[in-house]
């Protein structure tokens, strides 16, 4: 078969496609690509299939050896790519030959970046999908954990190109906003039952905490500001999805991402739209956030458009 | 039961909607969310992404780009008013679980004992002459929450969580018990061990076939749960391992 070889690897890397979406009943994470638009991105200037799996590259450094003539695509946090050592283009295609070395360092900006190769990375699915998830890694459901060795494998390569549409060509620069990001979510019960002044508290700029990751997202509040006591209400736990803003005791945040847990016994206070969940995942621990009220009408439009943009 | 106007729905999501019963561990009430959830994923199939349970709840995630939330609400309300009232379990089907509740793999067995006021021989006793009600699965693959454990075992969690427990610890906390299926981390109070799987799977998991019936639980949601005290011996006999503590 054909592959790619990790001889160099920093940081955390699994391989990812749209996640495992019909498992939650069962207690397993949903996981799942955490920017789709970077991911989705790679797949389209790929000609690819939306779900076919690509490897996310956590703040990490990684050179690759191809075995094999390939064409890739490099998406999200940029990470300096270079091929035998020449820069290359990111948001781009290229061409690997049998033996390019293929390098991609810390990104300066952003979290999170993609390596796609045509027709996907192919790996032992579990659950309908390829995502790895970390708490599972131990029992081996898909593959061994990518680390320095690790082989991507992928099939033989398409004769023709990849044709791209481009009418609907990206620009990055649009879809990720300036800083500091906006977080819209569609409000919960228990945001109704807080007072005014409750909820300009919560709409104040966050930080986001060095203890965040592809599980949740953890905002800290400055040391100077109040605490709400929450009103009593349902303490079981209840299912939640992805973007559920869950209010520990202490008052600071926790925004559940796609290696969330699939029940939660966190007070609620609303879920975040997925447009700006994929946006949060290029946010780095010491970047500044803010909570804003918005509609279900709203959330839904915005996702479809963005559906729209990945259309074939 | 005909409380069926209790329930309140809530659209929490782009495509999931949280449906919400009256807040209570309840086995009776669990089994119309069972019965609920079989019913919309027999209705509304060709729309559904997936559907979870909880204690008292019920969220169904939906191709939003199939059905609008305004549809959806409505058949939503037809299935609702066309609930079944239900007064009675009629889920008898009983699951066995061998545990050794001994001392030496009862990690918190002491503890728990001197905590409630009882004996180790009383909280065994407690422990194993309920028959529980499966509410939830989570927290980790075949994580199953049981519930409720009689009045006079139930205790906070832990303060502080052990960072890992053996795979088949029974462990109890609140109004809570459950067995950890794989070793994980654990807030919960540990008296005994099975040595028995809480999964399986059903290929070999090398073969890379996409099904999706590769992984079954040992307990299922809505199940009855009763725990059987077995001896060491027997507990060796059918594949246990003796891990204690580590103190440091």
Redesign the interface.
């Known amino acids: 078969m054909n592959f790619l070889n990790i001889f160099k690897m920093k940081g955390q890397c699994s391989i990812q496609d749209l996640g495992r979406?019909?498992?939650?009943?069962?207690?397993?994470s949903a996981s799942g690509a955490a920017d789709e638009y970077a991911f989705l991105s790679a797949n389209q200037m790929l000609g690819n299939e939306r779900n076919n799996a690509a490897l996310e590259i956590i703040f990490g450094e990684l050179s690759v050896v191809s075995h094999n003539n390939c064409t890739i695509a490099i998406t999200g946090a940029n990470c300096f790519a270079t091929i035998n050592g020449k820069k290359v283009e990111h948001w781009q295609t290229h061409q690997l030959n049998t033996g390019d070395v293929l390098s991609l360092s810390t990104p300066k900006y952003g979290l999170i970046s993609y390596l796609a190769i045509a027709n996907g990375i192919k790996s032992?699915?579990?659950?309908?999908s390829r995502s790895q998830t970390l708490?599972?890694q131990?029992?081996?459901?898909n593959g061994e954990t990518i680390r320095v060795g690790s082989k991507l494998y992928f099939n033989d390569q398409p004769s023709q190109p990849p044709n791209i549409n481009h009418s609907k060509q990206l620009s990055p620069e649009n879809f990720y906003q300036a800083a500091p990001l906006t977080l819209r979510f569609?409000p919960?019960?228990l945001w109704q039952q807080l007072s005014t002044e409750q909820q300009t508290v919560f709409q104040q700029h966050y930080t986001i905490s060095a203890n965040s990751n592809r599980m949740g997202y953890r905002l800290s509040q400055s040391p100077q500001s109040i605490l709400v006591h929450l009103p009593p209400g349902?303490?079981?736990?209840?299912?939640v999805?992805?973007?559920t803003i869950q209010i520990p005791e202490n008052g600071e945040p926790i925004i559940l991402m796609k290696e969330r847990?699939?029940?939660g016994g966190y007070p609620v206070l609303?879920?975040v739209?997925?447009t700006d969940l994929f946006r949060l995942s290029q946010r780095r621990p010491g970047e500044k956030v803010q909570l804003r009220v918005t509609t279900?009408v709203h959330?839904?439009q915005q996702?479809?458009a963005f559906?729209q943009r990945f259309k074939p | 039961m005909a409380a069926t106007e209790k329930i309140t729905l809530?659209?929490?999501?782009?495509?999931?909607v949280?449906l919400?019963w009256p807040?209570k561990?309840c086995p009776i009430q669990h089994q119309q969310i069972i019965y609920f959830q079989q019913q919309i994923q027999i209705s509304l199939a060709n729309v559904l992404?997936?559907?979870?349970?909880?204690?008292?709840?019920?969220?169904i995630?939906y191709h939003?780009?199939k059905i609008s939330?305004a549809q959806l609400n409505n058949e939503l309300m037809k299935l609702i008013k066309h609930l079944p009232s239900i007064s009675a379990i009629t889920n008898t089907e009983i699951v066995e679980i061998p545990v050794y509740y001994g001392r030496d793999i009862g990690w918190d067995l002491e503890f728990v004992a001197q905590k409630t006021s009882l004996s180790i021989e009383q909280v065994i006793d407690y422990h194993s002459q309920t028959t529980y009600h499966a509410y939830?699965?989570?927290?980790?693959?075949?994580?199953c929450?049981l519930a409720s454990l009689p009045k006079s075992l139930q205790m906070p969690r832990r303060s502080s969580p052990r960072l890992s427990v053996p795979h088949g610890s029974v462990a109890i906390a609140e109004q809570q018990t459950a067995v950890y299926p794989?070793s994980s981390p654990a807030g919960w109070h540990i008296i005994g061990q099975t040595p028995i799987k809480m999964f399986s799977l059903k290929n070999d998991?090398?073969k890379?076939?996409?099904n999706?019936n590769?992984?079954s639980?040992l307990m299922t949601?809505g199940q009855q749960i009763q725990f059987q005290p077995i001896s060491r011996e027997h507990f060796l006999d059918l594949g246990g391992q003796i891990i204690e503590e580590k103190t440091s």
């Open positions: 979406l019909h498992s939650q009943h069962l207690g397993f032992k699915p579990w659950l309908d708490n599972e131990k029992l081996g459901f569609i919960q019960l349902s303490r079981l736990s209840k299912p999805p992805y973007g847990q699939t029940i609303g879920t739209i997925q279900l959330a839904q996702l479809n559906h | 809530a659209y929490i999501s782009e495509n999931a949280l919400e807040e561990i992404i997936d559907t979870v349970a909880s204690y008292a709840s019920l969220i995630y939003f780009d939330w939830a699965l989570g927290f980790t693959p075949g994580f929450y794989i998991i090398n890379s076939l996409p999706k590769e992984f639980t949601v």
